[in-house]
């Protein structure tokens, strides 16, 4: 009991913290941006999942007890890894819906598509920067976060919204390859996996700024971006090995 409440605590934790994020994707016309969105949440919980699984077989392999366990555990490691590479797969096509759903939601905002949303994006990566020193996780750690935080927020300032969707792409791709290698990227102090979730995950949180731009000048949804995206990293960091 005490090893299902841990994993089943730890995706609770996660989707609670997911939540903002789904409401924002919910929010935005068309249906693409909420299953890419819903779609890259259940695979980061298989993925999570894995993870916890894989750390309870390494303990109890390395003395050598309990191998009804690690058998057993073992087949659920395969499993929830392929299951949250199926759901990659669903985000995919919910990508594809978002492309499409564009052309509409360009064609309905007119010049406000191309508004310049530099001034936001400075002070929402300045914010994230200042939230993600606080994390209690080592330097190095922080480094390579604030790397891909950053090569985000330098891709979303070059090539505005529809640079961001060939991001998102991108950096999907880069976190399938990853959970299709041998080590699922799991072998870091900080794995690279979770590293490749947060790229994902920043694009979607800077969503937000477009969708306050191109609905309503005066949203307060990008006063709390900074915080809700740092509460999900957090969350994706402690939470799951």
């Known amino acids: 009991m005490e090893i299902l409440s841990k994993e089943l605590g730890a995706v609770s934790q996660f989707r609670m913290e997911s939540e903002k994020m789904l409401r924002l994707a919910g929010d935005m016309p068309g249906k693409g941006l909420l299953e890419l969105t819903e779609s890259f949440l259940e695979a980061i919980s298989s993925f999570g999942l894995t993870e916890i699984n894989s750390r309870m077989v390494e303990r109890r392999a390395a003395i050598e007890i309990q191998q009804d366990f690690v058998k057993t555990v073992s087949k659920k490691i395969n499993y929830n890894?392929?299951?949250?590479?199926?759901?990659?797969?669903?985000?995919?096509?919910?990508?594809?819906?978002?492309?499409?759903?564009?052309?509409?939601?360009?064609?309905?905002?007119g010049d406000k598509f191309e508004v310049d949303i530099s001034k936001d994006l400075k002070v929402l990566h300045d914010e994230l920067r200042a939230g993600l020193v606080d994390l209690d996780i080592?330097?190095?750690?922080?480094?390579?976060?604030?790397?891909?935080?950053?090569?985000?927020?330098?891709?979303?300032?070059?090539?505005?919204a529809d640079g961001l969707v060939d991001y998102?792409?991108?950096?999907?791709?880069?976190?399938?390859?990853?959970?299709?290698?041998?080590?699922r990227g799991a072998v870091e102090n900080?794995?690279?996996?979770?590293?490749?979730?947060?790229a994902v995950a920043v694009g979607f949180w800077i969503w937000g700024l477009f969708k306050c731009h191109w609905w309503n000048s005066s949203c307060s949804t990008k006063e709390s971006l900074a915080y809700s995206t740092i509460f999900w990293i957090a969350c994706l960091v402690y939470r799951f090995c």
């Open 81 to 109: 890894n392929e299951k949250g590479l199926r759901n990659l797969s669903y985000a995919y096509r919910g990508l594809k819906i978002f492309r499409e759903d564009l052309i509409n939601i360009r064609k309905e905002v």
């Open 138 to 160: 080592k330097a190095s750690d922080v480094v390579k976060i604030d790397k891909v935080i950053t090569e985000c927020f330098e891709n979303v300032g070059s090539n505005g």
């Open 168 to 183: 998102i792409e991108l950096k999907l791709n880069d976190l399938e390859k990853i959970r299709k290698s041998p080590n």
């Open 190 to 198: 900080i794995p690279v996996w979770k590293v490749a979730a947060i």
